[in-house]
C-alpha cells in the first residue's frame, strides 16, 4: 500500500470514526434544487443546461402543470428556464420561454449553442392533444443575448422528418446538441419505428437537414465530437442495462456499432461531452446501476470513449435524467433528476476535482 501523507491519514482517521459513532462524513457536494416544487404546478422534469456564448449558466425544463406524465398525454406542459451568472452560485427567478395556450404542449427541450453567430437554440417536441393527439412537431426557439429574450417558435419537422413518419413516435433527444469543429450544428432525433436519426445545420440554424442512416438499436442518445473529428453517437437502450455506441468517420453516412458494457446504464437518459480542449478526455455522467434509477456517477475516458477507467460517484440515491456543462473555468456543471423527480438539482464539480481522477 502506498504511503498516506498526514493530511489523508487525519481524513481517514475522521472518516472511520464517524462511521463507528453511527454518523456519516460531510457530504462531499451541494446540491441546489434549481426547480423547488410549488402549488398549481405538478412537477417539473427534463432538464437541460448549457454555457451561453457570455459565461452565463442557462438550464430549461419542462414545467408540468396539471400532471407529470409525459407529451403524448399532458395537455399543459410549458418550457421555463433559469440563468446565473456566477457560475451556479446564485440564479435569476423562473422564467417562460415557451407557453401555448391549454391543450397545447411543448417538451423535452434541449439546447445548442453556436459560438460562431452567439446565437442559443432551444430545441422542443410540440403536440396539440385536443386537435391532432399523438401527431408530434418539431421545433425550436433562439436567443442572441445571452438567454435574456427568446424569439417565437419556428417549425423544423418538414426538414428533419419525413411524410411519412407523421404519425410516428419521434422526438428530439432532450439535453443538448453540438457544434462540430467545422461550425456544423448537430443534434439527434428518435424514431421508434425507423430508428435514431442525426440532424443538422451547416449555416447556423437558418436551415436544418435530415441525415438519412438510422442507427438501430437506440432511444434517446447524445453526440459528441472526437479529437480526430469523427462522431460518436451515445445511446439509451430499454431493459439492456448498458449502453449502445455509434461511431462514424464520415460525417454521418456510415457507421460502426458496439455496446458498451462499461457503461451500466438503467434505461435512462445520459449526458456526455469533451473535458479538454483536444477532445480526447470525455466526461459521461449517468444513473450508474443496470435497472434502477439510482447512483448518479461521473465517469470519465481519456482515450475517446474506447474505455473509462476512471468514476466519482456524485448522488447514490435516486437519479434518473442528467446534463452537463463546462464552465468558463473549466468546472462542471451538472443539473439531474434527484429524489424520484421531486427535485431537479444543479452540482458543481470543479476542476480541481475532475483533475483528481487523472491521477
Not at 422542443?124 to 425550436?140: A, C, G, P, T, V
Not at 480526447?280 to 481519456?302: D, E, G, P
Request: aromatic share 10%; with cysteine; charged share 25%.
Amino acid at each position: 500500500m502506498k504511503h498516506l501523507n498526514s493530511a489523508l491519514k487525519i481524513r481517514l482517521a475522521l472518516t472511520i470514526t464517524l462511521i463507528s459513532s453511527g454518523l456519516s462524513p460531510a457530504q462531499e457536494f451541494d446540491f441546489i434544487d434549481l426547480f423547488p416544487q410549488k402549488q398549481g404546478i405538478a412537477c417539473y422534469r427534463i432538464p437541460s443546461i448549457v454555457t451561453a456564448p457570455n459565461g452565463d449558466l442557462i438550464t430549461a425544463i419542462d414545467e408540468r402543470v396539471s400532471s407529470c406524465v409525459d407529451l403524448r398525454d399532458n395537455k399543459n406542459i410549458n418550457l421555463v428556464i433559469r440563468r446565473s451568472a456566477d457560475n451556479g452560485k446564485s440564479w435569476t427567478p423562473i422564467q417562460r420561454v415557451v407557453d401555448y395556450p391549454q391543450g397545447q404542449s411543448a417538451s423535452d427541450p434541449s439546447m445548442i449553442v453556436d459560438r460562431v453567430t452567439n446565437t442559443i437554440f432551444l430545441l422542443f417536441n410540440y403536440m396539440d392533444l385536443d386537435r391532432e393527439s399523438q401527431i408530434y412537431y418539431l421545433k425550436y426557439i433562439k436567443s442572441q443575448d445571452n438567454g435574456k429574450t427568446w424569439s417565437n417558435p419556428v417549425d423544423i419537422t418538414t426538414q428533419i422528418s419525413k411524410p411519412e413518419w407523421h404519425k410516428d413516435f419521434k422526438f428530439i433527444t432532450s439535453g443538448r446538441g453540438i457544434q462540430t469543429g467545422k461550425g456544423t450544428l448537430l443534434h439527434t432525433l428518435v424514431n421508434l419505428d425507423h430508428g435514431l436519426h442525426l440532424f443538422k445545420s451547416e449555416d447556423h440554424g437558418y436551415s436544418w437537414q435530415l441525415i438519412e442512416t438510422p442507427l438501430i438499436p437506440a432511444d434517446e442518445s447524445k453526440v459528441v465530437e472526437l479529437s480526430d473529428g469523427s462522431w460518436m453517437v451515445n445511446c439509451r437502450l430499454n431493459g439492456k442495462g448498458y449502453r449502445q455506441i455509434y461511431t462514424s468517420t464520415d460525417e454521418g453516412k456510415n457507421w460502426v456499432s458496439r455496446p458498451d458494457y462499461s457503461l451500466v446504464d438503467p434505461s435512462c437518459n445520459a449526458s456526455i461531452i469533451p473535458f479538454t480542449p483536444s477532445k480526447k478526455t470525455i466526461l459521461f455522467v449517468n444513473a450508474n446501476h443496470k435497472t434502477i434509477r439510482k447512483n448518479l456517477t461521473l465517469k470519465m475516458s481519456t482515450d475517446n470513449g474506447e474505455s473509462w477507467s476512471k468514476m466519482k460517484i456524485i448522488y447514490k440515491g435516486p437519479s434518473a435524467y442528467s446534463t452537463l456543462t463546462l464552465l468558463e473555468n473549466y468546472d462542471l456543471g451538472i443539473v439531474f433528476e434527484k429524489d424520484n423527480y421531486t427535485q431537479n438539482a444543479f452540482v458543481r464539480i470543479t476542476k480541481e476535482q475532475i483533475l483528481e481522477m487523472l491521477d
